[in-house]
């Protein structure tokens, strides 16, 4: 289940390098995605579905912070230096499980709404943008399968409802709709043990006031977690996230300018560390989870902080 952090500054980074001197190619989209990578960890479902409330709501709320001051391109055999990338996102989304059966699972759904500010210096340029982001929206079928473990079906569908301009270089929306089949479980294997992982696979549309479209990217969120006490939990969670066609503009296979090849400006990252959760008020949990980013291609290299807090309420 994955609101949307928009990606202003990876595009606007690897869009720098890609053009020589006109201010209109810098609003292009080189490895620009709708995914928000490591939106998910403790718990991405819950367990014993059938045996839930029929109807339920969950108020959640995100908390996003990236900061990069590398950028890797695999054209120019490395980082390049100078650059400094902060994205920070607050993103309220709201879930309801229905008592409708689908394909013998649970329906239900969610909608997640960003509110993002992008500050971006690199190669002596600079700026910044604040307001509303793209929307989220998505149904899910839950399957329950036992106490143990819970799987899950979407297509999440982010709606280019944010700010865009192609005379800007920061932006808060990516212009474009994004469609991601979805395939997520949670489990556990012990009393004390909890595995979760989310598989998205990303067909974006084009941008049609850049004539750009970004390529498909394979991505997913894993978390593994102990039971400390009751109500805590330490683990491991991450990402990975890999684009598998290339980005196109015009008709043509994107490179960037002065390289002989058409690399389509393929992005590549793995990102992994610590994680924190803790249960209150019987159904209620926050988390907090941090991550490295590793084996970096096309993309700013950083960190990534994410924060949760989730209240049900059955009616």
């Known amino acids: 289940?994955?609101?949307?952090?928009?990606?202003?500054?990876?595009?606007?980074?690897?869009?720098?390098?890609?053009?020589?001197?006109?201010?209109?190619?810098?609003?292009?989209?080189?490895?620009?995605?709708?995914?928000?990578?490591g939106t998910d960890g403790f718990f991405m479902l819950p367990l014993e579905v059938d045996s839930l409330p029929e109807n339920m709501v969950a108020f959640n709320l995100y908390y996003n912070h990236y900061k990069a001051t590398k950028l890797n391109i695999s054209s120019f055999g490395g980082k390049v230096p100078n650059v400094e990338i902060e994205s920070t996102a607050v993103i309220p989304r709201i879930d309801y499980l229905s008592p409708v059966r689908v394909f013998g699972g649970r329906l239900a759904g969610y909608i997640a709404q960003p509110w993002l500010k992008q500050e971006v210096s690199v190669f002596g340029q600079s700026d910044t943008r604040e307001?509303?982001?793209?929307?989220?929206?998505?149904?899910?079928?839950?399957?329950?399968?036992?106490?143990?473990?819970?799987?899950?079906?979407?297509?999440?569908?982010t709606v280019p409802t944010g700010e865009y301009s192609v005379d800007r270089l920061a932006n808060t929306s990516n212009n474009f709709y994004t469609y991601k089949p979805l395939f997520s479980f949670t489990w556990l294997p012990t009393d004390n043990t909890e595995v979760s992982m989310k598989t998205t696979y990303s067909f974006?549309?084009?941008?049609?006031?850049?004539?750009?479209?970004?390529?498909?990217?394979?991505?997913?969120?894993?978390?593994?977690?102990?039971?400390?006490?009751?109500d805590l939990m330490l683990g491991v969670n991450g990402y990975y996230l890999k684009q598998t066609t290339d980005d196109k503009q015009f008709g043509h296979t994107v490179q960037f300018a002065g390289q002989d090849v058409d690399d389509g400006v393929r992005g590549q990252v793995f990102a992994i560390g610590p994680a924190l959760h803790f249960t209150f008020l019987k159904y209620a949990s926050a988390e907090i989870r941090w991550a490295r980013e590793f084996d970096v291609e096309n993309r700013p290299e950083g960190d990534m902080l994410w924060a949760k807090v989730s209240i049900p309420y059955a009616f």
Request: with cysteine; hydrophobic share 40%.
């Open 1 to 37: 289940m994955t609101p949307n952090r928009a990606t202003f500054p990876v595009r606007l980074a690897l869009s720098l390098l890609g053009c020589a001197t006109t201010l209109p190619a810098l609003a292009t989209e080189a490895g620009v995605d709708n995914i928000g990578p």
């Open 131 to 157: 307001g509303m982001g793209d929307t989220t929206i998505a149904p899910i079928i839950l399957w329950d399968m036992g106490k143990n473990l819970t799987l899950g079906a979407a297509v999440e569908i």
């Open 204 to 230: 974006n549309e084009k941008n049609k006031d850049t004539d750009y479209k970004s390529g498909q990217i394979f991505h997913f969120d894993y978390s593994a977690s102990y039971k400390i006490t009751d």
